[in-house]
């Protein structure tokens, strides 16, 4: 499976972007996807889930309310969307593909290259 994420920016604090996961190989839509992020000194902390069927989705609870995971298996895509941007949400965001809804960067097989969101105050 290759997972290639986009979308990142340099966005105000108050700001959207919006993150896309782009799958390929094997059958990406049995996977369930996850976002994680690192911000520099930091260790690559969890952000959100969403399970193969986008019947599950589970957050962090400091994004809880700004951010929403989608998929589109048509298009073998995962979206985050990330609204009302904080300061603190700044980090290189990994979108990664395992088969169990979970926050822990054990449970993913598959990374992507991670694409850099800064927000600016």
């Known amino acids: 499976v290759q997972l290639q994420a986009s979308g990142g920016g340099l966005v105000q604090a108050g700001g959207s972007l919006r993150l896309s996961c782009a799958t390929s190989?094997?059958?990406?839509?049995?996977?369930?996807i996850g976002w994680f992020r690192q911000a520099p000194g930091k260790e690559r902390e969890f952000v959100a889930v969403?399970?193969?069927?986008?019947?599950?989705?589970y957050y962090t609870d400091s994004v809880k309310g700004r951010f929403t995971i989608s998929r589109d298996n048509a298009k073998n895509t995962v979206y985050l969307q990330m609204n009302s941007l904080k300061p603190e949400d700044t980090a290189v965001y990994y979108c990664?593909?395992?088969?169990?809804?979970?926050?822990?960067?054990?449970?993913?097989?598959?990374w992507g290259q991670g694409t850099q969101v800064t927000v600016s105050s």
């Open positions: 969403i399970s193969w069927s986008g019947g599950t989705t």
């Open positions: 190989g094997r059958t990406v839509s049995n996977y369930d």
């Open positions: 990664c593909s395992g088969p169990n809804v979970v926050t822990s960067t054990r449970g993913y097989y598959y």
